[in-house]
């Protein structure tokens, strides 16, 4: 793959420099209303995966000075991906052992709407995330997510058992901080809507809301934000506890090591173009160089590990998977779900899904090609290694 160079725009008040394959004019649109905002700093970024989100397109990066957007970091705080190596191989794993793990994982993980059937104590669960909730994240909302902590959630949340070129498996899980990040965003930007318009602030979109730094709510979504990335990762361990178990219980397993997890929703402090602010990433990953990143793909596609190479114009960012291409209600109207279950069988693939209906709407074809988002990427990250699906489970 050889890189690619980004185009600039004009955007707003900064410029635009995108990677994006196929920008849609709305996500183009979102963008240029980001560049407008009066905390940009330098310019706004686009992923090579980059489309249509809530104010911010999904797969941009807005560097602020010194305010935070909620809906530039998103409802998902926190989503992410995470990867496990085993020491099995396409030679010991059968396809029956393969099966009766999915079913396992499928048992074990409630996915969709799906809850734990009974909640996680608050003890165990504060223990787990090894820090105490903040003021800011009510005690309601907390009480709520002990329910969710071990659970998948739908869209594009998905439990892979892959293989690499040479044969090798390996687990690769997406999901977030589920209905806990939802609520904090949503509280935290009516918030911000209302400081801003109290404060006589313009603002592009009521989308882009945000709050200064210095403000009460500014510490409080701060505060409510870190927390809300410590349970997305304790989401995600306790469901590879799950995969575990499931692996051996079922297979002649001798190592399940987590070697890998990242985040590509929130923000962060940081120093870009010799000044300091507030990098949000929604639907990005941080790729400095050197640094280990995961690229999903989308059922039956493949799914990229890669190293970054520090883009300062990506502000050390790259994409977080493929991107769409076509709306869920679009993808359900081309193809039916049994197309897709027999697509995935006729790949090889397993797939199970408590929202069988649905399924068209995850499917590769609703997606952009990764392997041309890969392509695009060339001057934000080096791809060492190529996974596919063997068995997929699905919200």
Known sequence: MTASSPRRLPGGRVPIVTWATDLDHVALEQATNVSNLAIALDHVALMPDAHAGYGMPIGGVLFADAAVVPFAIGVDIGCGVALAETDLTIETLATSELEDVLEAIDLGV??????????????????????????????AWFEQSLAQLGTLGGGNHFLEIQRDETGAIAVMLHSGSRHLGKTICDEFHRRALEHDRAAGLEIPHRELAYLPRGTSDFDGYWAAMTFALR?????????????ERAFAAHTKIGRFERTVDIHHNY??????AGMDGLVHRKGAVR???GET???PGSMGSASYV????GDPDAFESCQHGAGRAMSRKAARRAKSSRQVFDEMAALGVVLRSSEPR????EAAFAYKDVDAVMTASGSLVRPVRRLTPLGVVKG
């Open 110 to 139: 409630p996915t969709g709407f799906q809850r734990l059937p009974a909640a996680v104590d608050r003890d165990v669960a504060e223990a787990a995330l090894e820090m105490p909730r903040p003021a800011s994240v009510a005690a």
């Open 231 to 243: 349970y997305a990762e304790v989401n995600r361990s306790r469901m590879l506890d799950v995969v």
């Open 267 to 272: 923000a962060a402090w940081e120093h870009h």
């Open 287 to 289: 790729a400095r160089v």
């Open 293 to 295: 990143v995961l690229i």
């Open 306 to 309: 890669g190293v970054g190479l």
């Open 358 to 361: 649905g399924v068209a709407e």
